[in-house]
T-cell receptor, first 119, second 114 residues
Framework: GAVVSQHPSWVICKSGTSVKIECRSL??????MFWYRQFPKQSLMLMAT?????????EQGVEKDKFLINHASLTLSTLTVTSAHPEDSSFYIC???????????????FGNGTRLTVT | AQRVTQPEKLLSVFKGAPVELKCNYSYSGSPELFWYVQYSRQRLQLLLRHISRESIKGFTADLNKGETSFHLKKPFAQEEDSAMYYCASGGGTGNAGNNRKLIWGLGTSLAVNP
């Protein structure tokens, strides 16, 4: 089945540094990937839509200069949290629509998430 | 704008009791509705979709266009059903729809007590 791999699973960084999170589709191509933020026991918040070969589309209220997204290939999207601060500490998840029959929207396949802690 | 509403943040039931997780959507066209589930320490995964009209792990969900609802139901809840459930809506079918974002509800945490 379609698998999305997310790396790292967890990362601790110091305030002011940048952190890169990778999202890979392992056995399928994904022209689009989605990045989410999930707070403890709270909802999933879509941050941005990553588009291969073009600029990402950010949701309202998400700082694009803060959360840099690059989708340079059909199997890899990266999210870089720049100049991280403690309030950026969260669980970040990516997803990609998997392959599916024509005429039917493919289900989303999710990565395992990345726990970011900024000290 | 599209909106998905899950009115219950937390739902607690006893094992063997029926369970219904509510979901209402707003979309003027032909909606695509999904239920995704996240078990403890696992990744989010698709539970079921309205277009498939299937039962997964004993759960069913019927699209009611008149009430704009897509409630998730199970007649007899099991402890292993305890998880976070998200309802999501997307407009439009076809491959082009794959690249369009889903609109997510806030999620309902289901706790099935022994």
């Amino acid at each position: 089945g379609a698998v999305v791999s997310q790396h790292p699973s967890w990362v601790i960084c110091k305030s002011g540094t940048s952190v890169k999170i990778e999202c890979r589709s392992l056995d399928f191509q994904a022209t689009t990937m989605f990045w989410y933020r999930q707070f403890p026991k709270q909802s999933l918040m879509l941050m941005a839509t990553s588009n291969e070969g073009s600029k990402a589309t950010y949701e309202q209220g998400v700082e694009k200069d803060k959360f840099l997204i690059n989708h340079a290939s059909l199997t890899l999207s990266t999210l870089t949290v720049t100049s991280a601060h403690p309030e950026d500490s969260s669980f970040y998840i990516c997803s990609a629509p998997g392959p599916g029959p024509l005429g039917l929207r493919a289900p989303l396949h999710f990565g395992n998430g990345t726990r970011l802690t900024v000290t | 704008a599209q909106r998905v509403t899950q009115p219950e943040k937390l739902l607690s039931v006893f094992k063997g009791a029926p369970v219904e997780l509510k979901c209402n959507y707003s979309y003027s066209g032909s909606p695509e509705l999904f239920w995704y589930v996240q078990y403890s320490r696992q990744r989010l995964q698709l539970l079921l979709r309205h277009i498939s009209r299937e039962s997964i792990k004993g759960f069913t969900a019927d699209l009611n266009k008149g009430e704009t609802s897509f409630h998730l139901k199970k007649p007899f809840a099991q402890e292993e059903d305890s998880a976070m459930y998200y309802c999501a809506s997307g407009g439009g079918t076809g491959n082009a729809g794959n690249n369009r974002k889903l609109i997510w509800g806030l999620g309902t945490s289901l706790a099935v007590n022994p």
